[in-house]
T-cell receptor
Framework: SAVISQKPSRDICQRGTSLTIQCQVD?????MFWYRQQPGQSLTLIAT?????????ESGFVIDKFPISRPNLTFSTLTVSNMSPEDSSIYLC?????????FGSGTRLTVV | GDSVTQMEGPVTLSEEAFLTINCTYT??????LFWYVQYPGEGLQLLLK?????DKGSNKGFEATYRKETTSFHLEKGSVQVSDSAVYFC???????????????FGAGTQVVVTP
């Protein structure tokens, strides 16, 4: 299966600032996704990162708040913009391809 | 839309006890079903999966059988260890739906605590 390197693993940020999370895969993958796991809750899909085009966002998530880039088939970034304490969560990238599905180890974000 | 419902936790067990975590799903297509485990402070790890009705997934002593007639995928382990303490997520992904391919619907998660 694919191996994902997700950075940073954790961060503590001031409200009003932005954080960019990187997801690097060791092989080309068709689909990349970003999920959020709020404290004590399950995972919710934020968006599908499409290579060469805008991301496709799920209901409740918007590009201005969570801009996503996917410049090639092995890399994507998620930015959490203008952060507030409610954005404190674990953010995970996921990939799907011929190998199956793999999740990154997550980025634990705390907004103070 | 597709959804997953799993039993609430926490589930507290003694070592060597039998563990069952119930999971049911609703889906309009033919989803694959998964159990993921999240150990404290770590990311998600695939525990087992089943891709069609009557398939049994198994790994590390855990088992789950895809039951289409009851739309269930209950997780079981005959003798738990302290190291099995974690949060367990039931999930589905419908490969048949083009625009949903690769996306997961997760249950709420069940925390399992195994005491010595």
């Amino acid at each position: 299966s694919a191996v994902i390197s997700q950075k940073p693993s954790r961060d503590i940020c001031q409200r009003g600032t932005s954080l960019t999370i990187q997801c690097q895969v060791d092989s080309q993958v068709t689909m990349m996704f970003w999920y959020r796991q709020q404290p004590g809750q399950s995972l919710t899909l934020i968006a599908t990162a499409n290579q060469g085009s805008e991301a496709t966002y799920e209901s409740g998530f918007v590009i201005d708040k969570f801009p996503i880039s996917r410049p090639n088939l092995t890399f994507s970034t998620l930015t959490v913009s203008n952060m507030s304490p409610e954005d404190s969560s674990i953010y995970l990238c996921s990939v799907a391809g011929i190998h199956g599905y793999t999740f990154g180890s997550g980025t634990r974000l705390t907004v103070v | 839309g597709d959804s997953v419902t799993q039993m609430e936790g926490p589930v507290t067990l003694s070592e060597e006890a039998f563990l069952t975590i119930n999971c049911t799903y609703t889906a309009t297509g033919y989803p694959s079903l998964f159990w993921y485990v999240q150990y404290p402070g770590e990311g998600l790890q695939l525990l087992l999966k089943a891709t069609k009705a009557d398939d049994k997934g198994s790994n590390k002593g855990f088992e789950a059988t895809y039951r289409k007639e009851t739309t269930s995928f209950h997780l079981e382990k005959g003798s738990v260890q302290v190291s099995d303490s974690a949060v367990y997520f039931c999930a589905l992904s419908d490969l048949a739906k083009g625009d949903s391919w690769g996306k997961f619907q997760f249950g709420a998660g069940t925390q399992v605590v195994v005491t010595p």
